[in-house]
């Protein structure tokens, strides 16, 4: 894919890596008797190639830093708490952390849909009858409705790789960890909310009530705290919670609030700053075509902040701590400040960690 095309990256002086591991139903749907998480097993397979052969292309094994996005950066939060993986990285950076895992049941139910719309056993005969290509024509069958989600797949409770939500298992305290979110996830995923968007309706679903947000954030619309909440459930709560557990067990901690606006912080804005993409289709998404000015100035703050974590462990701002939550703004020029999303913190404070849903 484009995006992740990393040739100005490593014109920074690092040696870049990207690996494939498969998605949809082939990484993660569940069958007795088969590896759950095989997405997450291959993403291993992948780190221990690296440990075996990247003195060859000039790297250290030694002094490996994983990074992700989305999928990505909860997949390194499963990975960094993970046994398996002990040994295998040293850093962690880990962008837009998603809330969300299964357990085997519920996992099993939506491979009983995938087999019943493929016409074929819940079994892993029946599905291994199957073509790849016939399973990607129905492996979004358990998608139904306006708010089914962008997938039927994730993580599985499997006891091992998979224990809990990203925030119960991530990090060792020896792995130094980035870990952060862009301001305005929803815009990214879904968003703006519609007009006329149930606010109330919507933070019940999450054991909030609607009331509180517009307290928290007076002024705004019904419809602009729907985005705000949505953003906090899938992202920026998640994030919090994994930099806070990290630091809780006593491993160095950075957190960012990606904050510079074209016209929105949406989800997956970050991707064209981290490698430098300020061109093609993904990147004019956001950014439009050419991009503005401050594309590159930005850009290349955030590369040099990326690297130099991966090459010394030190991003360039202050660590984050239980105190005083020092954060990186990522906006033009970047500056730091102070728990800066602290109103929608104190509201999901109040809230039993629990599923996945729940943040």
């Known amino acids: 894919m484009p995006q992740y095309d990393a040739t100005t990256l490593a014109r920074s002086g690092v040696v870049v890596v990207s690996l494939g591991y498969r998605l949809g139903f082939e990484g993660f749907g569940h069958l007795p008797g088969v590896p759950d998480n095989r997405g997450l097993l291959d993403q291993l397979t992948a780190l221990e ?7 060859e292309f000039g790297g250290d094994p030694g002094n490996v830093t994983v990074f992700g996005q989305s999928a990505g950066a909860a997949s390194i939060a499963y990975l960094a708490g993970a046994p398996a993986a002990e040994g295998l990285f040293r850093r962690a950076i880990l962008q837009s952390v998603p809330a969300g895992h299964r357990d085997a ?11 019943a719309a493929a016409g074929v056993p819940a079994t892993v ?9 016939a399973i990607l ?13 962008l997938t039927a797949f994730g993580p599985v409770v499997d006891g091992d790789l998979v224990t809990g939500p990203p925030w119960a298992v991530a990090g060792r305290e020896d792995t130094d960890l980035i870990c952060g979110f862009t301001h305005d996830e929803f815009e990214g995923l879904g968003g703006p909310a519609p007009p006329g968007a149930a606010l109330e309706a919507v933070a019940a679903s999450f054991g909030l009530g609607g009331d509180a947000y517009r307290r928290a954030y007076p002024g705004r619309t019904d419809t602009g705290l729907v985005s705000v909440l949505l953003s906090d459930a899938l992202m920026r709560m ?8 990290h630091a809780r067990r006593g491993g160095r901690t950075w957190m960012y609030d990606f904050a510079w606006r074209s016209p ?18 993904y990147a004019a998404r956001f950014l439009g075509s050419p991009p503005h000015p401050g594309f590159g100035p930005l850009s290349e703050r955030m590369r040099a902040a990326w690297t130099g974590f991966a090459a010394t462990g030190d991003p360039g701002w202050p660590t984050f701590d239980l105190d005083r939550r020092r954060t990186r703004i990522w906006d033009t020029p970047p500056t730091d400040a102070d728990d800066p999303i602290a109103a929608s913190r104190r509201l999901w404070a109040e809230l039993t960690c629990g599923d996945g849903n729940n943040g």
């Open 105 to 115: 049941a519920e996992d099993g139910a939506v491979t009983a849909t995938v087999a």
């Open 238 to 245: 998640p994030s919090i919670r994994v930099a806070e557990a």
């Open 264 to 281: 929105a912080a949406g989800h997956g804005i970050d991707v064209p700053f981290v490698f430098g993409n300020g061109d093609g289709r």
């Open 137 to 149: 024509a129905v492996q979004d069958a358990p998608l139904t409705g306006r708010d089914a989600g």
């Open 49 to 55: 190639w690296v440990r075996r052969n990247i003195a």
């Open 125 to 133: 005969d029946g599905m291994a009858a199957l073509p790849p290509e």
